[in-house]
Protein backbone atom coordinates (compact mmCIF):
# COMPACT_ATOMS: atom_id res chain seq x y z
CA UNK A 1 0.00 0.00 0.00
CA UNK A 2 1.25 3.45 -1.02
CA UNK A 3 2.08 5.81 2.19
CA UNK A 4 1.78 9.12 3.40
CA UNK A 5 2.98 12.02 5.66
CA UNK A 6 1.54 14.25 7.08
CA UNK A 7 2.43 17.77 7.93
CA UNK A 8 0.34 19.60 9.74
CA UNK A 9 1.02 23.00 12.12
CA UNK A 10 -3.01 23.53 14.27
CA UNK A 11 -6.22 21.93 14.47
CA UNK A 12 -5.82 18.94 12.42
CA UNK A 13 -9.40 18.69 11.04
CA UNK A 14 -8.15 17.67 7.48
CA UNK A 15 -5.94 15.26 9.07
CA UNK A 16 -8.42 13.65 10.77
CA UNK A 17 -10.92 13.67 7.73
CA UNK A 18 -7.56 11.55 6.24
CA UNK A 19 -7.29 9.58 9.10
CA UNK A 20 -11.25 8.59 8.62
CA UNK A 21 -11.57 7.80 4.95
CA UNK A 22 -10.43 4.27 4.29
CA UNK A 23 -8.16 5.50 1.50
CA UNK A 24 -5.69 3.27 -0.52
CA UNK A 25 -2.75 4.90 1.39
CA UNK A 26 -1.31 4.60 4.99
CA UNK A 27 -0.73 7.94 6.90
CA UNK A 28 2.83 6.63 8.40
CA UNK A 29 3.86 9.44 10.15
CA UNK A 30 2.27 13.45 10.63
CA UNK A 31 4.87 15.81 11.28
CA UNK A 32 4.92 18.91 12.90
CA UNK A 33 6.79 22.41 13.55
CA UNK A 34 4.43 23.13 16.68
CA UNK A 35 4.30 21.02 19.78
CA UNK A 36 1.23 22.36 20.49
CA UNK A 37 -0.84 21.56 17.65
CA UNK A 38 -3.98 19.41 17.93
CA UNK A 39 -3.58 17.69 15.24
CA UNK A 40 -0.58 15.70 17.03
CA UNK A 41 -3.17 14.67 19.87
CA UNK A 42 -5.36 13.27 16.76
CA UNK A 43 -2.37 11.60 15.11
CA UNK A 44 -1.13 9.63 18.60
CA UNK A 45 -5.07 9.00 19.32
CA UNK A 46 -4.62 6.91 15.47
CA UNK A 47 -1.47 4.92 17.26
CA UNK A 48 0.38 7.07 13.91
CA UNK A 49 3.83 8.21 15.15
CA UNK A 50 4.53 11.96 15.19
CA UNK A 51 7.48 14.40 15.40
CA UNK A 52 8.24 17.75 16.12
CA UNK A 53 10.93 20.18 14.27
CA UNK A 54 10.28 23.41 15.52
CA UNK A 55 11.01 26.05 12.71
CA UNK A 56 12.18 28.20 15.89
CA UNK A 57 15.09 26.58 16.88
CA UNK A 58 16.50 27.18 13.35
CA UNK A 59 18.27 30.27 12.60
CA UNK A 60 17.70 29.64 8.89
CA UNK A 61 15.05 28.18 6.94
CA UNK A 62 17.07 26.57 4.65
CA UNK A 63 18.17 24.35 7.84
CA UNK A 64 14.55 24.33 9.04
CA UNK A 65 13.70 22.57 5.79
CA UNK A 66 16.79 19.75 5.76
CA UNK A 67 16.02 18.80 8.94
CA UNK A 68 12.17 18.31 8.14
CA UNK A 69 13.16 16.73 4.74
CA UNK A 70 15.48 14.08 6.77
CA UNK A 71 12.35 13.36 9.64
CA UNK A 72 10.09 13.12 6.12
CA UNK A 73 12.80 10.60 4.48
CA UNK A 74 12.93 8.25 7.90
CA UNK A 75 9.24 6.90 6.30
CA UNK A 76 10.40 7.00 2.64
CA UNK A 77 6.65 7.79 2.25
CA UNK A 78 5.41 7.81 -1.59
CA UNK A 79 3.35 11.13 -0.62
CA UNK A 80 3.30 13.97 1.16
CA UNK A 81 0.26 16.04 2.40
CA UNK A 82 0.05 19.58 4.01
CA UNK A 83 -2.58 19.51 5.86
CA UNK A 84 -2.68 22.82 7.28
CA UNK A 85 0.83 23.12 7.49
CA UNK A 86 1.99 27.04 7.92
CA UNK A 87 4.77 27.25 6.80
CA UNK A 88 6.07 28.53 3.22
CA UNK A 89 8.40 26.21 2.10
CA UNK A 90 11.63 26.76 -0.17
CA UNK A 91 12.35 25.68 -3.78
CA UNK A 92 15.02 22.72 -2.88
CA UNK A 93 12.38 21.28 -0.31
CA UNK A 94 9.46 21.74 -2.58
CA UNK A 95 11.68 20.11 -5.87
CA UNK A 96 12.80 17.29 -3.74
CA UNK A 97 8.99 16.00 -3.56
CA UNK A 98 8.12 17.36 -7.08
CA UNK A 99 4.87 15.31 -7.82
CA UNK A 100 4.18 13.73 -4.92
CA UNK A 101 3.48 16.72 -2.85
CA UNK A 102 -0.03 18.40 -2.42
CA UNK A 103 -1.74 20.85 -0.41
CA UNK A 104 -4.68 22.15 0.54
CA UNK A 105 -6.02 25.78 0.65
CA UNK A 106 -9.22 27.39 1.55
CA UNK A 107 -9.98 29.48 -2.14
CA UNK A 108 -11.08 28.70 -5.05
CA UNK A 109 -6.96 29.51 -6.24
CA UNK A 110 -5.49 31.22 -8.07
CA UNK A 111 -8.25 33.66 -6.04
CA UNK A 112 -7.21 34.34 -2.49
CA UNK A 113 -3.39 32.70 -1.88
CA UNK A 114 -1.72 32.99 1.17
CA UNK A 115 -3.58 33.89 4.55
CA UNK A 116 -7.20 35.18 5.84
CA UNK A 117 -8.82 33.88 2.87
CA UNK A 118 -12.36 33.86 3.74
CA UNK A 119 -12.38 37.25 4.86
CA UNK A 120 -10.74 38.93 1.63
CA UNK A 121 -13.36 36.47 -0.45
CA UNK A 122 -16.01 38.65 1.63
CA UNK A 123 -14.50 41.91 1.25
CA UNK A 124 -14.21 41.32 -2.56
CA UNK A 125 -17.92 40.29 -2.48
CA UNK A 126 -17.74 36.92 -4.35
CA UNK A 127 -20.50 35.44 -4.85
CA UNK A 128 -18.63 31.61 -4.70
CA UNK A 129 -15.67 30.70 -2.81
CA UNK A 130 -14.44 27.46 -1.59
CA UNK A 131 -11.23 25.18 -1.06
CA UNK A 132 -8.36 23.27 -3.46
CA UNK A 133 -6.62 20.49 -3.85
CA UNK A 134 -3.20 21.44 -5.77
CA UNK A 135 0.03 19.58 -6.18
CA UNK A 136 2.60 21.92 -4.46
CA UNK A 137 5.20 23.82 -7.02
CA UNK A 138 7.72 26.96 -5.81
CA UNK A 139 4.94 29.69 -6.73
CA UNK A 140 3.28 29.85 -3.17
CA UNK A 141 -0.66 28.57 -3.51
CA UNK A 142 -0.09 28.64 -7.29
CA UNK A 143 0.64 24.83 -8.12
CA UNK A 144 -1.51 22.85 -10.78
CA UNK A 145 -4.85 22.10 -9.13
CA UNK A 146 -6.59 18.67 -8.73
CA UNK A 147 -9.31 19.46 -7.41
CA UNK A 148 -11.93 22.24 -6.38
CA UNK A 149 -15.23 22.85 -4.17
CA UNK A 150 -17.60 25.46 -4.42
CA UNK A 151 -19.88 26.94 -1.57
CA UNK A 152 -22.24 29.39 -2.36
CA UNK A 153 -21.37 33.44 -0.20
CA UNK A 154 -24.73 33.70 1.33
CA UNK A 155 -26.01 37.09 2.70
CA UNK A 156 -25.11 37.46 6.47
CA UNK A 157 -21.95 35.33 6.23
CA UNK A 158 -19.02 36.28 8.44
CA UNK A 159 -15.75 34.94 8.29
CA UNK A 160 -16.60 31.94 11.02
CA UNK A 161 -19.90 30.72 8.86
CA UNK A 162 -17.69 31.04 5.31
CA UNK A 163 -15.16 29.07 7.03
CA UNK A 164 -16.95 26.62 8.44
CA UNK A 165 -19.18 25.94 4.94
CA UNK A 166 -15.54 25.63 3.13
CA UNK A 167 -14.16 23.10 5.94
CA UNK A 168 -16.98 20.65 5.35
CA UNK A 169 -15.99 20.70 1.26
CA UNK A 170 -12.08 20.05 2.59
CA UNK A 171 -13.16 16.74 4.40
CA UNK A 172 -14.47 15.85 1.35
CA UNK A 173 -12.08 17.06 -1.51
CA UNK A 174 -8.89 16.67 0.37
CA UNK A 175 -9.23 12.77 1.07
CA UNK A 176 -10.83 12.09 -2.32
CA UNK A 177 -7.45 13.79 -4.02
CA UNK A 178 -5.51 11.46 -2.18
CA UNK A 179 -7.34 8.41 -2.94
CA UNK A 180 -6.52 9.67 -6.99
CA UNK A 181 -3.21 10.13 -6.57
CA UNK A 182 -2.54 6.58 -4.35
CA UNK A 183 -4.11 4.82 -7.46
CA UNK A 184 -2.44 6.99 -9.65
CA UNK A 185 -5.75 8.64 -11.54
CA UNK A 186 -3.79 11.82 -11.44
CA UNK A 187 0.00 12.89 -11.68
CA UNK A 188 1.96 15.27 -12.06
CA UNK A 189 4.16 16.02 -15.92
CA UNK A 190 5.74 18.77 -16.81
CA UNK A 191 3.68 21.42 -14.80
CA UNK A 192 0.84 20.03 -15.42
CA UNK A 193 -1.79 17.62 -13.88
CA UNK A 194 -2.35 14.59 -15.82
CA UNK A 195 -4.70 11.91 -16.23
CA UNK A 196 -3.09 8.15 -16.49
CA UNK A 197 -6.26 5.69 -17.08
CA UNK A 198 -7.01 8.24 -19.81
CA UNK A 199 -9.74 9.77 -17.81
CA UNK A 200 -10.26 13.35 -16.41
CA UNK A 201 -11.40 13.07 -12.50
CA UNK A 202 -13.87 15.80 -12.24
CA UNK A 203 -12.40 18.90 -11.57
CA UNK A 204 -14.99 20.40 -9.29
CA UNK A 205 -17.20 18.99 -6.70
CA UNK A 206 -19.99 21.21 -5.81
CA UNK A 207 -22.34 20.20 -3.03
CA UNK A 208 -25.96 20.33 -3.26
CA UNK A 209 -27.74 23.67 -2.35
CA UNK A 210 -28.83 22.84 1.17
CA UNK A 211 -32.45 22.75 1.74
CA UNK A 212 -31.53 25.52 4.74
CA UNK A 213 -30.18 27.89 2.62
CA UNK A 214 -32.13 31.08 0.84
CA UNK A 215 -31.87 29.84 -2.52
CA UNK A 216 -32.69 26.49 -1.86
CA UNK A 217 -35.97 27.68 0.01
CA UNK A 218 -36.72 30.03 -2.92
CA UNK A 219 -36.37 27.73 -5.65
CA UNK A 220 -38.87 25.39 -3.67
CA UNK A 221 -40.94 27.70 -3.37
CA UNK A 222 -40.83 28.08 0.58
C1 LIG B 1 -7.49 24.61 6.58
O1 LIG B 1 -8.58 25.47 6.32
C2 LIG B 1 -6.53 24.62 5.42
O2 LIG B 1 -7.16 24.73 4.18
C3 LIG B 1 -5.71 25.85 5.73
O3 LIG B 1 -5.52 25.82 7.11
C4 LIG B 1 -6.62 25.17 7.71
C5 LIG B 1 -6.11 24.06 8.60
O4 LIG B 1 -7.15 23.49 9.32
N1 LIG B 1 -4.47 25.84 5.01
C6 LIG B 1 -3.90 26.94 4.54
O5 LIG B 1 -4.36 28.04 4.69
C7 LIG B 1 -2.60 26.70 3.79
N2 LIG B 1 -2.32 27.81 2.93
P1 LIG B 1 -6.98 22.06 9.97
O6 LIG B 1 -5.68 22.12 10.77
O7 LIG B 1 -8.19 21.89 10.84
O8 LIG B 1 -6.92 21.05 8.86
New binding site residues.
Partial sequence: MKTLVAL?????????AILDASLPLRVSAVLSNDSQA??LARARAAGIPTAVIDHRNFSERMAFEHRLAEAIDCFAPDFIA?????RVLGDAFVQRYAGRMV????SLLPAFP??H?HRRALEAGVRIHG?TVHFVTPAL?MGPIIVQSAVPVLPGDDEASL?AR??VE?HRIYPQALAWLATGRVALHADRVTYPHDRAEPALIAPALDAATPMARAQSGR
Fill in positions: VSGRGSNLQQALAGFMNIHPGLTCDGVLE
